[in-house]
């Protein structure tokens, strides 16, 4: 079975502080993704990779950065967590750039920023 | 700018009720389409998708949708709707070129009472 991992469910934190989520997925994907669902405006692209080392903005990347340096990892980095980050983050994998529609989504990191 | 529009943020059926849940695009150029689920405290997952071919596809668990080119539409549907059908529903689209990437609607709502 397909398995996308995300390494906190839930986290608190303070205005200020670095945020690490981590995400794997096990299915030798291509692509990985870094999402934000917040209620009422469904789910927006923060940052996307095709390739290890690899990153793209997506549309809403301000805040965020993003690392992957392994095929299976793919890090968000909140450099300095404001409230308004306050969310759920969601990582997704699909396999390759022609299926990049089929994802694979994580179980979702529920943040809270104090 | 490219937006996938649902219709209801939130809709309330009685079991065996029909469903049909509003997708619209503004794209242009080839799309693919796709309707993702998320059940209460799961990940969300892939529902059905239309890449190319017969514009009536079928997904898991009886629901299907139709893509009317004429009319950016990609609609949800199921005949019979059951209490576990209960669940947030994502359209999302994604222009067939590219380093493209999804873009999700910002959801439906569906309780189902019993």
């Known amino acids: 079975d397909v398995k996308v991992t995300q390494s906190s469910r839930y986290l608190v934190k303070r205005t200020g502080e670095k945020v690490f989520l981590e995400c794997v997925q096990d299915m030798d994907h291509e692509n990985m993704f870094w999402y934000r669902q917040d209620p009422g405006l469904g789910l927006r692209l923060i940052y996307f990779?095709?390739?290890?080392?690899?990153?793209e903005k997506g549309d809403i990347p301000e805040g965020y950065s993003v690392s992957r340096e392994k095929k299976e990892r793919f890090s968000l980095i909140l450099e300095s967590a404001s409230t308004n980050q306050t969310s759920m983050y969601l990582c997704?994998?699909?396999?390759?750039?022609?299926?990049?529609?089929?994802?694979?989504f994580g179980e979702g990191s529920r943040l809270t920023v104090l | 700018a490219q937006s996938v529009s649902q219709h209801n943020h939130h809709v309330i059926l009685s079991e065996a009720a029909s469903l049909e849940l509003g997708c619209n695009y503004s794209?242009?150029?080839?799309?693919?389409l796709f309707w993702y689920v998320q059940y209460p405290g799961q990940h969300l997952q892939l529902l059905l998708k239309?890449?190319?071919?017969?514009?009536l596809v079928k997904g898991i668990k009886g629901f299907e949708a139709e893509f009317i080119k004429s009319k950016f539409s990609f609609n949800l549907r199921k005949p019979s709707v059951q209490w576990s059908d209960t669940a947030e529903y994502f359209c999302?689209?994604?222009?067939?070129?590219?380093?493209?990437?999804?873009?999700f609607g910002k959801g439906t709502m569906l309780l189902v009472s019993p």
């Open positions: 999302a689209v994604r222009l067939n070129s590219g380093y493209s990437t999804l873009t």
């Open positions: 239309y890449f190319s071919g017969d514009p």
């Open positions: 990779s095709y390739d290890v080392k690899m990153k």
């Open positions: 794209y242009g150029g080839t799309v693919n």
């Open positions: 997704a994998s699909s396999t390759s750039w022609t299926n990049t529609g089929e994802l694979f």
